[in-house]
């Protein structure tokens, strides 16, 4: 049987994948505008996993005396040079540079301003950065003004315009004087009649000796929004545009054709290297219009603005085009073959209690789109997961086809069979405050999300079976750690005061203690907690569910409670390290120094769900979890751990040739309630928790 998916892939708006040296992708978006971005990772461009905030706005710059009132947090756009990754951001109208030592983060910056704002020149606003590093080593940045501009010689009275110029690496400065206005606005190009004077979201590729700089041509909201490019001999040379330059384009402009998918709006994009080495891809977003839409141009039908995948290649004429062979410049609505060099890793267990699943009846939820007066069919939906679950009264499978939005409660119904709640797109968020399950459920394909910034998110199994598939991902809050919270029993509160963890709901209404047989199976997400037996508020109740079995997969993070074990091997002089049988790649090898095993601890650290930060001023590693915070100054022969002075027996220092920052990895590891053996003949330490 062939291995097929069908577009879109992930959630999120103007996105960038960078392909890491070990293969593995990573995904940045606009995902939290308010709050910073969330970053994903895949192997395959297929099933991406969720990783939470990369970046938070109090990790970086913003100006308080802004006139913007909002972040706007747009675009964001990695690059990895000398084992570091540079992130270029947009927040308030203006572009930043972040820095991390992870691709998943977390990306910092603390600068005392934005880029171009000490650039004696004017401006209302710059959006859209993206690094370009040509083959002689010089880095480039290219980026978009808003309105009215100026620098220099170069000026431009309206519109998105684009802009390029050299880039320090050293200083993470622009070259002022090279700065050069490069695509311009042109209602040659572009459409008018709505708001069309737009060219943004550049992003600059090379073959041959041609520079071709892409972007997006026309506004985010329009049908025309697509995928154009420019042709030069030089990365800040003349940029010829072509009428015809057209890579990607929705192929329904008017909307009139209801009865095939389609792809609309394919705008904001990036390239990659595919999987196979050989080929290329672009990675845009674009919207599904259902057939209740009349055409018409407005923000509100671009929502939600997802993630997608297809081919890209350069013709023998010099064209860049992308979509299929068979249907070039059109992006692939429909199911296509995974990418050459990769297959699809995710399986869905159909037995004990959800044996009988397939042979069960289907319904269709869209919540924006659907009727409850529908028949509950792909081409009729239902409107809401509640109507959808009272029509498989025998149970059955809900299959969503676009973000839902569940609220403060959802109360899955009792059934005399099991329930499926899954997605037909990998790129379905379900947003909530509470779920409880009163059947037996199987969750695959969803993204959890909880519904609000200040309070957790609660799944209540409620003494059923429940599945979280290998498809399920899970976002955190924006600015926390905090994500779902999975409880195999029931949740109660305690204490007086229940609106402090919510009031749209009411407690447990039964006794929390069962000895019901149970399987609770979690093998996809990131959870705050997992549960099998009850919890009241945040503390488990002991032998609540004694029949309750756990089982927890070995790639799911659990922050606390109930976590799954940890093992992490590494051997001295090898950049792979192994957590949990899984190969890892180090950005820098472990070493002995003064016969102690030292090793860049953020790796370590993160293993065993802990954060990393660096005060550059006192030269100081701080190293926090749930119950711990521990404190390393290079040289120091005292670190502290909750504050107490602890004696080191080899100092942390900072190795010259690779600039990192090297620490005893034993002490590390037992404070942060780690067991380390060393097996001398192999040189590898092992640490397990």
């Given at each position: 049987?062939?291995?097929?998916?069908?577009?879109p892939?992930?959630?999120?708006?103007?996105?960038?994948?960078?392909?890491?040296?070990?293969?593995?992708?990573?995904l940045?978006?606009?995902?939290g505008?308010?709050?910073?971005?969330?970053?994903?990772?895949?192997?395959?461009?297929?099933?991406?996993?969720?990783?939470?905030?990369?970046?938070?706005?109090?990790?970086?710059?913003?100006?308080?005396k802004?006139?913007?009132?909002?972040?706007?947090?747009?675009?964001?756009?990695?690059?990895?040079?000398?084992?570091l990754?540079?992130?270029?951001?947009t927040?308030?109208?203006?572009i930043?540079?972040?820095?991390?030592?992870?691709?998943?983060?977390?990306?910092?910056?603390?600068?005392d301003?934005?880029l171009?704002?000490?650039?004696?020149?004017?401006?209302w606003g710059?959006?859209?950065?993206?690094?370009?590093?040509?083959?002689?080593?010089k880095?480039?940045?290219?980026?978009?003004?808003?309105?009215?501009?100026?620098?220099?010689?170069?000026?431009?009275?309206?519109g998105?315009?684009?802009?390029?110029?050299?880039?320090?690496?050293?200083?993470?400065?622009?070259?002022?004087?090279?700065?050069?206005?490069?695509?311009?606005?042109?209602?040659?190009?572009d459409?008018?009649?709505?708001?069309?004077?737009?060219?943004?979201?550049?992003?600059?590729?090379?073959?041959?000796?041609?520079?071709?700089?892409?972007?997006?041509?026309?506004?985010?909201?329009?049908?025309?929004?697509?995928?154009?490019?420019?042709?030069?001999?030089?990365?800040?040379?003349?940029?010829?545009?072509?009428?015809?330059?057209i890579?990607?384009?929705c192929?329904?402009?008017?909307?009139?054709?209801?009865?095939?998918?389609?792809?609309?709006?394919?705008?904001?994009?990036?390239?990659?290297?595919?999987?196979?080495?050989?080929d290329?891809?672009?990675?845009?977003?674009?919207?599904?219009?259902?057939?209740s839409?009349?055409?018409?141009?407005?923000?509100?039908?671009?929502?939600?603005?997802?993630v997608?995948?297809?081919?890209?290649?350069?013709?023998?004429?010099?064209?860049?085009?992308?979509?299929?062979?068979?249907?070039?410049?059109?992006?692939?609505?429909?199911?296509?073959?995974?990418?050459?060099g990769t297959?699809?890793?995710?399986?869905?267990?159909?037995?004990?209690?959800?044996e009988?699943?397939?042979?069960?009846?289907?319904?269709?939820?869209?919540?924006?789109?659907?009727?409850?007066?529908?028949?509950?069919?792909?081409?009729a939906?239902?409107?809401?997961?509640?109507?959808?679950?009272?029509?498989?009264?025998?149970?059955?499978?809900?299959?969503?086809?676009?973000?839902?939005?569940?609220?403060?409660?959802?109360?899955?119904?009792?059934?005399?069979?099991p329930?499926?709640?899954?997605?037909?797109h990998?790129?379905?968020?379900?947003?909530?405050?509470?779920?409880?399950?009163?059947?037996?459920?199987?969750?695959?394909?969803?993204?959890?999300?909880?519904?609000?910034?200040?309070?957790?998110?609660?799944?209540?199994?409620?003494?059923?079976?429940?599945?979280m598939?290998e498809?399920?991902?899970?976002?955190?809050?924006?600015?926390?750690?905090?994500?779902?919270?999975?409880?195999g029993?029931?949740?109660?509160?305690?204490?007086s005061?229940?609106?402090?963890v919510?009031?749209?709901?009411?407690?447990?209404?039964?006794?929390?203690?069962?000895?019901?047989?149970?399987?609770?199976?979690?093998?996809?997400?990131?959870?705050?907690?997992?549960?099998?037996?009850?919890?009241?508020?945040?503390?488990?109740?002991?032998?609540?569910?004694?029949?309750?079995?756990?089982?927890?997969?070995?790639?799911?993070?659990?922050?606390?409670?109930?976590?799954?074990?940890?093992?992490?091997?590494?051997?001295?002089?090898?950049?792979?390290?192994?957590?949990?049988?899984?190969?890892?790649?180090?950005?820098?090898?472990?070493?002995?120094?003064?016969?102690?095993?030292?090793?860049?601890?953020?790796?370590v650290?993160?293993?065993?769900?802990?954060?990393?930060?660096?005060?550059?001023?006192?030269?100081?590693?701080?190293?926090?979890?749930?119950?711990?915070?521990?404190?390393?100054?290079?040289?120091?022969?005292?670190?502290?751990?909750?504050?107490?002075?602890?004696?080191?027996?080899?100092?942390?220092?900072i190795?010259?040739?690779?600039?990192?920052?090297?620490?005893?990895?034993?002490?590390?590891?037992?404070?942060?309630?780690?067991?380390v053996?060393?097996?001398?003949?192999?040189?590898?330490?092992?640490?397990?928790?």
């Amino acid at each position: 049987m062939e291995m097929t998916f069908t577009n879109p892939v992930a959630p999120g708006a103007d996105p960038f994948v960078l392909k890491d040296d070990d293969g593995t992708y990573y995904l940045y978006a606009t995902s939290g505008e308010e709050y910073g971005y969330r970053v994903y990772s895949s192997k395959n461009l297929v099933e991406w996993t969720a990783h939470g905030y990369c970046l938070v706005r109090d990790d970086v710059y913003t100006d308080p005396k802004s006139s913007f009132t909002t972040y706007s947090f747009w675009a964001p756009e990695v690059i990895k040079y000398d084992g570091l990754y540079y992130m270029v951001y947009t927040a308030q109208h203006r572009i930043g540079i972040a820095v991390s030592e992870s691709p998943t983060g977390p990306f910092k910056n603390d600068a005392d301003g934005y880029l171009l704002d000490s650039v004696n020149a004017s401006y209302w606003g710059i959006i859209d950065g993206n690094f370009f590093l040509d083959d002689d080593g010089k880095m480039y940045l290219y980026f978009v003004t808003q309105r009215a501009a100026r620098f220099g010689k170069y000026a431009v009275k309206q519109g998105n315009n684009i802009w390029g110029c050299e880039f320090d690496m050293e200083t993470l400065s622009v070259k002022a004087d090279t700065i050069k206005l490069l695509v311009q606005w042109s209602a040659t190009f572009d459409q008018t009649s709505t708001g069309g004077d737009c060219v943004e979201g550049s992003f600059m590729i090379k073959d041959g000796d041609t520079y071709y700089i892409t972007f997006s041509a026309n506004r985010y909201y329009s049908t025309k929004y697509s995928v154009q490019y420019a042709t030069s001999d030089a990365p800040l040379g003349n940029f010829d545009r072509k009428y015809n330059n057209i890579t990607l384009m929705c192929d329904d402009l008017n909307r009139k054709d209801t009865q095939n998918p389609h792809l609309y709006g394919t705008g904001h994009h990036s390239f990659v290297e595919a999987p196979n080495g050989k080929d290329l891809l672009i990675i845009y977003h674009a919207h599904r219009a259902a057939s209740s839409y009349v055409y018409t141009e407005s923000a509100d039908l671009v929502s939600p603005r997802s993630v997608c995948v297809d081919l890209a290649w350069f013709t023998e004429d010099g064209k860049l085009v992308a979509g299929s062979k068979e249907n070039p410049t059109v992006p692939t609505a429909t199911a296509q073959s995974v990418l050459e060099g990769t297959s699809l890793a995710r399986e869905t267990h159909f037995d004990g209690a959800f044996e009988a699943i397939p042979t069960l009846p289907t319904v269709y939820v869209a919540q924006k789109d659907g009727l409850d007066t529908n028949a509950g069919t792909k081409t009729a939906p239902f409107k809401t997961l509640e109507k959808a679950l009272l029509t498989l009264k025998n149970g059955g499978t809900v299959v969503l086809t676009q973000g839902y939005s569940a609220g403060a409660l959802l109360n899955v119904p009792k059934c005399s069979g099991p329930i499926r709640i899954t997605a037909e797109h990998n790129n379905v968020i379900l947003t909530y405050k509470f779920i409880k399950l009163n059947t037996d459920v199987y969750f695959d394909t969803i993204i959890f999300a909880p519904e609000t910034v200040n309070e957790i998110s609660v799944i209540e199994g409620n003494f059923h079976n429940v599945v979280m598939g290998e498809g399920v991902s899970c976002l955190n809050r924006p600015l926390t750690r905090d994500y779902p919270y999975l409880v195999g029993g029931k949740w109660q509160y305690t204490g007086s005061d229940k609106s402090a963890v919510y009031n749209s709901f009411m407690p447990s209404d039964s006794k929390l203690s069962s000895a019901e047989s149970y399987n609770l199976t979690v093998l996809g997400g990131t959870w705050e907690a997992v549960f099998a037996g009850s919890v009241k508020q945040y503390a488990p109740v002991d032998g609540s569910a004694p029949n309750g079995v756990l089982t927890v997969g070995e790639n799911v993070r659990v922050l606390r409670g109930a976590s799954a074990a940890v093992e992490v091997k590494m051997t001295v002089g090898s950049t792979t390290a192994y957590v949990n049988g899984i190969a890892k790649t180090l950005d820098a090898a472990p070493v002995i120094q003064n016969s102690r095993t030292m090793l860049p601890v953020r790796f370590v650290a993160e293993s065993f769900d802990a954060k990393v930060e660096w005060d550059g001023k006192t030269s100081t590693a701080i190293i926090t979890n749930a119950d711990t915070t521990i404190e390393i100054t290079v040289g120091a022969s005292v670190a502290k751990i909750n504050g107490a002075d602890t004696k080191l027996d080899a100092p942390a220092y900072i190795d010259p040739a690779s600039n990192r920052t090297y620490l005893p990895v034993r002490f590390v590891a037992e404070a942060l309630g780690a067991k380390v053996s060393w097996d001398g003949e192999t040189s590898t330490a092992t640490l397990a928790k």
